[in-house]
């Protein structure tokens, strides 16, 4: 009796266990669990995964936790939106509006990849606008509204990254000029670079504290000479585009040969059929080979 007692004993406890624990997010991949229990670690928030039976995992929190852990992976954007998908056109010649789009989209969805991978960056978004172009020469079409670019920023207290050097990676990566891209940071206040100078010559160096016994020294670097993402040669925008939009270009082209090469069979078509007429046997009635045979015996007998 004593040992049936220890045994529900003990089955009661685990049962209570288990129901002090609530599952918050369910379907993961094992490096999403990961990931997620580590932020929630750094939140302070004990947290387990658990297999599930179709091969996804879930996290579970202690119920007293589940809110504030639900606001902790809130506030590190992990339930932001994908983003949309763009649709294949259904035509098998898109049109050059909807090539662009697509080409504005794709540009867009590797630089925000690019950008999420900086530390401190929570989420990102960036929108294009690239003007219609020429499809010979790939020229901007239209001048009032030139190719800029918008970029937002969520982030933590992590980030260090520049605007300039933002901008530098936009600019490398879409062709448009810096003085034309926009960019946002939405967080708390950034911590400021830290740029470790190496010893060269003619560069001033100052102690921190002449008084203290630190050997430890600050080198006095000048702006130009720091490590920047900064562009440093001018991008030239329509180099760019001819090169990467060259496909606008060759579907036109493709259209003009497919009609010579039509208007060319059609022609030689019509030249065969018009000298197969004039080669076609003159056909003569049994009058007129009569007549002809009277006239000849006339001439003979003259």
Same mark, same amino acid.
């Given at each position: 009796?004593?040992?049936?007692?220890?045994?529900?004993?003990?089955?009661?406890?685990?049962?209570?266990?288990?129901?002090?624990?609530?599952?918050?997010?369910?379907?993961?991949?094992?490096?999403?669990?990961?990931?997620?229990?580590?932020?929630?670690?750094?939140?302070?928030?004990?947290?387990?995964?658990?297999?599930?039976?179709?091969?996804?995992?879930?996290?579970?929190?202690?119920?007293?936790?589940?809110?504030?852990?639900?606001?902790?992976?809130?506030?590190?954007?992990?339930?932001?939106?994908?983003?949309?998908?763009?649709?294949?056109?259904?035509?098998?010649?898109?049109?050059?509006?909807?090539?662009?789009? =697509? $080409? +504005?989209?794709?540009?867009?969805?590797?630089?925000?990849?690019? @950008?999420?991978?900086? %530390?401190?960056? *929570?989420?990102?978004?960036?929108?294009?606008?690239?003007?219609?172009?020429?499809?010979?020469?790939?020229?901007?079409?239209?001048?009032?509204?030139?190719?800029?670019?918008?970029?937002?920023?969520?982030?933590?207290?992590?980030?260090?990254?520049?605007?300039?050097?933002?901008?530098?990676?936009?600019?490398?990566?879409?062709?448009?000029?810096?003085?034309?891209?926009?960019?946002?940071?939405?967080?708390?206040?950034?911590?400021?670079?830290?740029?470790?100078?190496?010893?060269?010559?003619?560069?001033?160096?100052?102690?921190?504290?002449?008084?203290?016994?630190?050997?430890?020294?600050?080198?006095?670097?000048?702006?130009?000479?720091?490590?920047?993402?900064?562009?440093?040669?001018?991008?030239?925008?329509?180099?760019? =585009? $001819? +090169?990467?939009?060259?496909?606008?270009?060759?579907?036109?082209? @493709?259209?003009?040969? %497919?009609?010579? *090469?039509?208007?060319?069979?059609?022609?030689?078509?019509?030249?065969?059929?018009?000298?197969?007429?004039?080669?076609?046997?003159?056909?003569?009635?049994?009058?007129?080979?009569?007549?002809?045979?009277?006239?000849?015996?006339?001439?003979?007998?003259?």
């Amino acid at each position: 009796m004593k040992v049936f007692n220890k045994v529900a004993l003990i089955v009661l406890l685990i049962a209570g266990i288990a129901g002090c624990k609530e599952q918050i997010l369910h379907d993961l991949t094992e490096s999403d669990s990961n990931r997620l229990i580590t932020r929630l670690h750094q939140a302070g928030i004990l947290a387990e995964k658990t297999k599930q039976n179709d091969g996804g995992w879930s996290i579970a929190v202690a119920k007293s936790d589940a809110i504030e852990a639900l606001s902790a992976l809130s506030h590190a954007r992990v339930f932001r939106k994908q983003r949309a998908e763009v649709p294949e056109s259904s035509s098998m010649l898109p049109s050059r509006d909807a090539q662009r789009f =697509q $080409f +504005e989209r794709a540009i867009a969805g590797e630089l925000e990849l690019t @950008l999420s991978a900086l %530390a401190g960056v *929570l989420e990102t978004r960036v929108h294009l606008h690239l003007p219609p172009t020429d499809p010979l020469f790939g020229r901007e079409l239209t001048s009032e509204y030139p190719s800029s670019a918008s970029v937002l920023l969520i982030t933590d207290s992590e980030f260090s990254t520049s605007e300039s050097g933002i901008k530098g990676l936009v600019a490398g990566g879409s062709g448009i000029a810096e003085e034309r891209i926009s960019v946002l940071v939405s967080g708390p206040q950034r911590k400021e670079p830290i740029v470790i100078a190496p010893q060269v010559e003619g560069v001033e160096h100052s102690h921190n504290n002449e008084n203290s016994d630190s050997k430890i020294d600050m080198a006095v670097v000048p702006p130009r000479s720091a490590t920047s993402f900064a562009v440093e040669e001018p991008i030239v925008l329509e180099d760019y =585009q $001819f +090169e990467k939009r060259s496909s606008e270009a060759a579907w036109p082209l @493709l259209l003009l040969a %497919a009609f010579l *090469l039509l208007a060319g069979g059609v022609a030689i078509w019509m030249t065969r059929k018009v000298g197969k007429g004039r080669k076609r046997k003159i056909v003569r009635s049994p009058r007129f080979e009569s007549q002809l045979e009277g006239l000849s015996l006339t001439d003979e007998a003259a």
